[in-house]
């Protein structure tokens, strides 16, 4: 049976357009009761990666959360919502963007993400991972990603949403596991959505973010709801969206490589407004960071640097607040004689640091040979 993503137009955060929209949206699978049963455990699970307001479109807009909510209630539905953010206090967090007052206005739970539990997938390439308690307790998890741009892995919706199941400084770890291998991170991620296995993912791109996000870039509007019960299926949904080749995310790639279901439009079956109504025609991608996917390593290694790309400082936008410092997975960042110092031997360009800033101060500089590729596929 073929994986199903639904799409509504949806032009704007009116309260009555989103609750309208999302019935439409819903309407194809039976409304939110065929995922939602009385007295169930519901947990939300928005993009709160910083305490930005709502219009810099870097968390779930909270109209949107408002009115999955509200489904869920109506449902029968024991609503908590929560998420671990990149930087911050969760609650801080959540007031700053506007997601915390919705809770308290429609009387659902908040839940903090304080405790992890250790969990071991079977057949996996990840044999452990630390998953938030609030996540495994809940009977129904319901997956609010926001579609952005992605520094490190091209485009963060479905599946890269629930890396925010992780808690806190274990982010890093798993980054720092990693290293510069960006396929092998993309494989954890796909792994961790299938053993979290939401039962739907709603995925705001009613306004998206382009360019350098996912907290930096600038708000796009896109004007669509999309929904699925594989986050897997709605992001390759929201790449063609966005106008994106699966090459251009690394999740995809990934997961097409190993032929994962619903990693390709053809297998996917569509309902709702049509896809070519919504597809965003001017869409910017992230910088590319690197061109070396599939490269032997006796020419990788020697042209890392050229193939790559890593985060550069900008001087003029650098409070020096020292957020990156202490979040830079292998201790690459330094604050140093009245500035922020870069070890590119030892950086591994997974951009947390560009990620968190919250001054944008962090650009991308590209190789030669990255940025020679970039001109040859433009022309």
Known sequence: MKPRVSLAACPDYGREQVETALERLLAPEG????????????????????????????????????????????????????????????????????????????GA???????SVGVAPKGTTFHHLEIAR?????DVVINLPKLKTHQMMGLTCGVKNLFGAI?????????????????????????????????????????????????????????ALLASRSPLALDTVATALVGLEESDVWTQRIAAAKEHPGSRLAE????????????????????????NFGLPPFIRKPLKRTLSA?????????????????????????LEKGGLHID??????????QELCPHGALAVRQGLLLRLSRFLRQR
């Open 134 to 138: 609030d996540i495994l307790d809940a």
């Open 31 to 106: 409304g939110m009761s065929a995922f939602v049963r009385p007295g169930q455990k519901v947990l939300l699970k928005p993009n709160m990666l910083s305490g930005k307001p709502p219009e810099k479109a870097v968390t779930t807009h909270p109209e949107i959360v408002r009115a999955v909510i509200r489904a869920a209630q109506r449902a029968g539905g024991i609503v908590a919502v929560g998420d671990s953010p990149g930087i911050g206090n969760p609650r801080q967090v959540a007031s700053a963007c506007g997601i915390l007052q919705v809770v308290e206005e429609t």
């Open 268 to 291: 996917i079956e569509l309902s709702g407004e049509s896809l070519d109504a919504l597809v965003c025609r001017r869409f910017r991608p992230a910088r590319s960071t690197d061109v």
């Open 109 to 115: 739970d908040f839940a903090p993400f304080s405790e």
């Open 310 to 334: 890593f985060p550069e400082v900008d001087a003029d936008l650098c409070r020096l607040c020292g957020l990156c410092v202490d979040h830079c997975p292998p201790r690459a960042m330094r």
């Open 344 to 353: 590119y031997g030892q950086c591994i360009g997974c951009f947390c640091c």
């Open 167 to 223: 808690i806190g400084m274990r982010k890093p770890r798993l980054h720092l596991q990693a290293g510069t291998n960006k396929g092998f991170f993309a494989l954890m991620l796909l792994e961790l959505a299938e053993y979290i296995a939401p039962a739907l993912t709603i995925a705001d791109a009613v306004v998206g973010m382009e360019g350098n996000g996912p907290g930096s870039g600038d708000p796009v509007a896109i004007g």
